[in-house]
């Protein structure tokens, strides 16, 4: 058992907040996935991430804060931006905003851009966490670059180990995957990532149409993009029905399917289904005895999207 995992006491939350004020890095969870937290004022922390995490390169963290009336002092806003947040905040959805003015200190978090992602989770523990913190919460999935978003405290600790300060543990994270990116820096919404809310919500709340980004996927704007991302160690096929799994692959089903060894969820709920989806992508993982993994059709509606988008990457060739 890992000795850095901290249970939701107000003792342990007053210890995380100090170690963010000191420049330390605490994972703690969302209501999408588990976040690597730094103070997003202190660059030093910042980096200190994007060690922990292995990312090759500086790319641009996510913001969570905890309350709406700070947004506009943090990034640029407008009508639609504050009736997005007034909405749909807390919860799993992202802005990329016009940052405000040049504060020097958040370059790195932004690497460089003149846009800024932020968002308020909706998880009690994350929301106590940045309030006695006193500052925004820089936090990228707390897992190692490319490898399975975490959906327990467990899953950071197996991932970053020693690498972090503390992992607070707030149970498993009910959306389970990573939140939807919206950038609202055009006339246009364009959604970046595919993620917890679904687009149609979003389309349904401001009668407008998102676009769904076609920028190149390998130059992405948002590194969630990259084809080859949340890789589990085994091969991976999508789309598979039951009379066509191989013997040798561990199936996860959906829907009424009847001999896969997991199913995301027994009654075809989508929602259900997100927040199975990375861990049976880490247990199918321990299964040595199998060659590679076979997943069942997911419809393409509703949450469908992102979990697709997620299994379409993990199983990317190369
Ligand atoms: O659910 C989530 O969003 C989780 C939890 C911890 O909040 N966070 C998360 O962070 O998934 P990360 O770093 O794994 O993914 C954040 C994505 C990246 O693809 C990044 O490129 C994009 O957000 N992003 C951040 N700032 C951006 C910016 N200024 N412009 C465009 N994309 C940005
Ligand atoms: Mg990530």
């Known amino acids: 058992m890992n000795t850095n995992i901290y249970k939701h006491t107000p003792e342990n939350i007053h210890k995380a907040a100090q170690t963010i004020l000191d420049g330390g890095l605490v994972a703690f969870p969302t209501d999408t996935v588990y976040g690597l937290g730094a103070n997003v004022y202190n660059p030093k922390a910042v980096a200190a991430i994007f060690e922990a995490k292995g990312r090759p390169t500086f790319d641009p963290l996510i913001s969570h804060i905890a309350e709406i009336d700070f947004l506009s002092e943090y990034a640029q806003t407008d009508e639609r931006v504050i009736a997005l947040a007034k909405h749909f905040w807390p919860g799993p959805l992202t802005f990329v905003l016009k940052r405000k003015d040049h504060n020097p200190s958040l370059d790195l978090v932004c690497s460089g851009l003149p846009h800024i992602a932020v968002r308020i989770p909706n998880h009690p523990l994350a929301l106590e966490l940045i309030k006695t913190s006193g500052v925004p919460i820089a936090a990228p999935s707390a897992n190692k670059f490319k490898c399975i978003s975490p959906t327990t405290a467990q899953h950071v600790a197996d991932s970053l180990g020693n690498k972090v300060d503390m992992i607070l543990d707030g149970g498993p994270c009910k959306i389970g995957v990573e939140t939807t990116i919206i950038d609202l820096t055009t006339p246009e919404i364009f959604m970046l990532r595919a993620g917890g809310l679904s687009k149609e919500e979003i389309e349904d709340f401001t ?37 066509d799994v191989r013997p040798d692959e561990f199936f996860i089903g ?35 005895e199998y060659k590679g993994i076979a997943v069942s059709p997911i419809p393409e509606t509703g949450l469908g999207l992102a979990i697709n988008d997620r299994i379409r990457r993990a199983s990317f060739d190369k």
């Open 207 to 243: 009668g407008e149409k998102v676009i769904i980004s076609s920028g190149d996927p390998n130059k992405p704007s948002a590194p969630g993009q990259l084809l080859k991302h949340y890789a589990p160690k085994m091969p991976m096929r999508i789309n598979v029905l039951e009379e």
């Open 254 to 288: 959906f829907g009424n399917v009847k001999n896969a060894q997991l199913n995301l969820s027994p009654s075809a709920n989508l929602n259900e289904a997100a927040a199975n989806l990375f861990a049976y992508m880490r247990q199918a993982e321990t299964h040595t």
